[in-house]
């Protein structure tokens, strides 16, 4: 599979879980639904979902003011028991600095409801960074772009799909 997502034309104005779970099935990706009470806590989601903390992609969108050539937007996915280490993320974009985005920014780049972030980038500005521990899961759990489902995507998969650049940015 080499197959990654990019913004086509009419399709900005789908949900983001649409848009996912359209190309999973479009790839035939290995992948199930798991329904839940709403939850955007990664840790409780986790419970929720059964499956070890480390097996939850975290996904937060991360300003880079001062990268070159200009600033940028990044989705750093990590795994769930980490934290995500924003002077090493600003490292691989060139910068000294990194914080979090606002929630509004992180918001309309991703598509989705905070808590609910997805390690997929259907938007031109944001570029995907993993943690390489991340990997190491055969599975990985994260939020379908809504508070109320999860999915369960082999973890070949999604680096197929999703083609992060794979980079240390978890403490």
């Known amino acids: ?11 900005e104005q789908r949900p983001a879980s ?3 779970l359209g190309l999973l099935d479009a790839v035939g990706a290995r992948y199930r ?27 937060m969108i ?9 600033a940028r937007q990044v989705l750093a996915v990590i795994p769930g028991d980490r934290r995500v280490a924003l002077p090493r ?34 938007h031109h500005e944001l570029t995907v960074l993993a943690d390489p521990a991340l990997l190491d899961e055969p599975v990985l759990y994260f939020n379908a772009a809504r508070l109320d489902l999860s999915v369960a995507l082999a973890t070949e998969d999604y680096r197929a ?9 978890a403490e």
């Open 33 to 59: 639904l798991l329904p839940h009470p709403p939850e955007g806590n990664t840790v409780r989601a986790s419970e929720l979902r059964g499956h070890p903390l480390s097996a939850a992609a975290k996904c």
């Open 18 to 20: 649409a848009r996912l």
């Open 161 to 169: 799909l999703a083609d992060p650049k794979v980079v240390p940015i």
């Open 62 to 70: 991360v300003t880079v003011p001062d990268a070159l050539p200009a």
């Open 1 to 11: 599979m080499t197959t990654r997502p990019t913004p086509d034309a009419g399709q």
């Open 89 to 122: 993320v600003a490292a691989q974009c060139g910068a000294r600095r990194a914080k979090l985005a606002d929630r509004a920014l992180a918001e309309r780049l991703s598509g989705c409801a905070s808590g609910s972030i997805i390690p997929f980038s259907f």
